[in-house]
C-alpha cells in the first residue's frame, strides 16, 4: 500500500506538468542511438513499449501480446518504475493483465545493455538487450500466464520526424523511435498451455512524455504492420481537451526503410463504430477508415474483440483506465491489395464521448 500511494503522489505531479516541463529533463537536437536506450535518469516520464501478433503455427492459434516498462522521476529523486502487460486471446475473447509498482534507485539500471528485472510475490518480469536484440520474461502474478521472447531488427530503427524527436503541436515535445518489425520467436503459457510463437512485434521508445500525458489530453495511438508491402504505419491523435483542438502525426516507413513524415493534413481518420466499456463506462472506437492520400494508402482498421481495456490502481480510490489491443487491417496502398496486423492504444477516453461524429 505504501508504494501505490507514493506511485500516486507521483502522478499526481506527472499529469500536472507543463511545458516546458522539468529543467532537468533531456533535450537533444537528434535521438542517439544506443545512448537513448538507456534510462533518462532526470526525465520525468519515459517508456520502452512492446506490443505485436505472434502465431503458434501447428496450433492454429493467435495471441496478442503487450510488454511495458515505464520509469517516473518527476522530482530527480528516487524515482520508480511500473511493469505493464497483458496477453489477448481473440479466439476465445479472453484478455490478461498484469501491473506492478517497484522502487528503485535512479542509477540502477542506467547501463547499457539493457538489464531491467523486477520480482513481486508471483510477479517476475525482465527485459534486457538493445538496439533490437532483446529477451522479454514475465509471468503474471494471479494468472498461469507467462512469456518467454527473444527479438531481433527485422529492419532498421525508425527516427521519427528524422531525428527521433517528435512536436506535438504546442502540447508536448518527446524524444521517439521505434523498430516496427522485430522478429520475435519464444514461449507462451496460458492457464497450463504452452504455444510456441513467432512474428513480429513493433517496439516504441520514448521520453520526456509527460506533456503528453497531461491530465488535459487525450490519445490514440495506430500501428499496422502490412504483409503485402512489408512496410508499417505509425499514426497518433493528440485532442487537447481544453481548446477542443486535435494534432495528427504519424510516419509511413515502406520495404527499403525509407520513411515518409506525416503531418495534420495528411491524415483522415474516421470513427465507425463503437464499444462501451462495462467497467469504466467509457465509449471507444473498434472500427476505423485510415487515409493517408500522400503514400497512397485507405485501410479499414477493426479490433479483433472489444474488450481489450486494462484497468490501473495507482491507490485504494485511484484508477487509470485505458485500451490497448490487438485489430486487423484491409485494405490498398497505392492500389494494391494489402492486409495488416495491428495494435491501437486510446487514452481518457471518458474525456471525449462529446467527440464522436
Known amino acids: 500500500m505504501k508504494t501505490r500511494l507514493i506511485f500516486l503522489l507521483l502522478s499526481v505531479v506527472i499529469i500536472s506538468c507543463k511545458v516546458p516541463y522539468s529543467k532537468k529533463d533531456v533535450f537533444e537536437e537528434r535521438a542517439e542511438l544506443p545512448k537513448d536506450e538507456a534510462p533518462h535518469l532526470k526525465n520525468s516520464l519515459e517508456w ?5 501478433h505472434l502465431i503458434d503455427k501447428v496450433k492454429n492459434k493467435t495471441l496478442g501480446v503487450e510488454y511495458v516498462v515505464f520509469h517516473f522521476n518527476p522530482t530527480n ?18 484478455f490478461y493483465y498484469d501491473h506492478q509498482f517497484f522502487l528503485k534507485k535512479k542509477s540502477e539500471f542506467s547501463e547499457l545493455p539493457l538489464d531491467f528485472y523486477w520480482s513481486k ?11 533490437g536484440f532483446y529477451k522479454l520474461n514475465a509471468h503474471f502474478s494471479e494468472d498461469s500466464i507467462s512469456m518467454q521472447l527473444k527479438t531481433r531488427a527485422n529492419k532498421e530503427v525508425v527516427l521519427h520526424d528524422g531525428i527521433g524527436y517528435k512536436n506535438y503541436g504546442d502540447i508536448a515535445k518527446a524524444g521517439y523511435y521505434s523498430f516496427p518489425r522485430l522478429k520475435t520467436e519464444g514461449l507462451i503459457n496460458l492457464n497450463g498451455e504452452e504455444y510456441n510463437v513467432n512474428g513480429n512485434l513493433w517496439y516504441d521508445r520514448q521520453w520526456n512524455c509527460s506533456g503528453v500525458f497531461d491530465k488535459k489530453v487525450a490519445w490514440d495511438w495506430f500501428s499496422i ?48 463504430a463503437y464499444w462501451e466499456s462495462p467497467t469504466s463506462a467509457a465509449s471507444y472506437p473498434i472500427d476505423w477508415q485510415l487515409d ?37 487491417a484491409t485494405g490498398t496502398i497505392k492500389e494494391q491489395e494489402v492486409t495488416g496486423t495491428s495494435y491501437v492504444e486510446m487514452t481518457n477516453r471518458f474525456r471525449i464521448k462529446e467527440s464522436k461524429k
Open 292 to 328: 493517408v492520400p500522400s503514400v497512397g494508402l485507405s485501410t479499414n482498421l477493426k479490433t479483433l474483440f472489444p474488450n481489450q481495456e486494462l484497468e490501473l490502481k495507482f491507490g485504494p480510490l485511484t484508477k487509470f483506465y485505458y485500451w490497448e489491443g490487438m485489430c486487423q
Open 121 to 131: 510475490k508471483h510477479f517476475n518480469s525482465s527485459l534486457q538487450g538493445q538496439n
Open 48 to 52: 520502452w513499449y512492446f506490443t505485436g
Open 77 to 94: 529523486a528516487k524515482g520508480g518504475w511500473m511493469v505493464n502487460m497483458a496477453v489477448g486471446d481473440p479466439e476465445t475473447k479472453e
Open 225 to 272: 504492420q502490412f504483409k503485402e508491402t512489408q512496410s508499417e504505419l505509425m499514426l497518433y491523435r493528440l485532442y487537447s481537451l481544453k481548446d477542443s483542438s486535435v494534432i495528427y502525426g504519424g510516419t509511413y516507413t515502406n520495404a527499403k526503410n525509407e520513411s515518409v513524415y506525416l503531418e495534420n493534413d495528411q491524415i483522415n481518420i474516421e470513427e465507425i
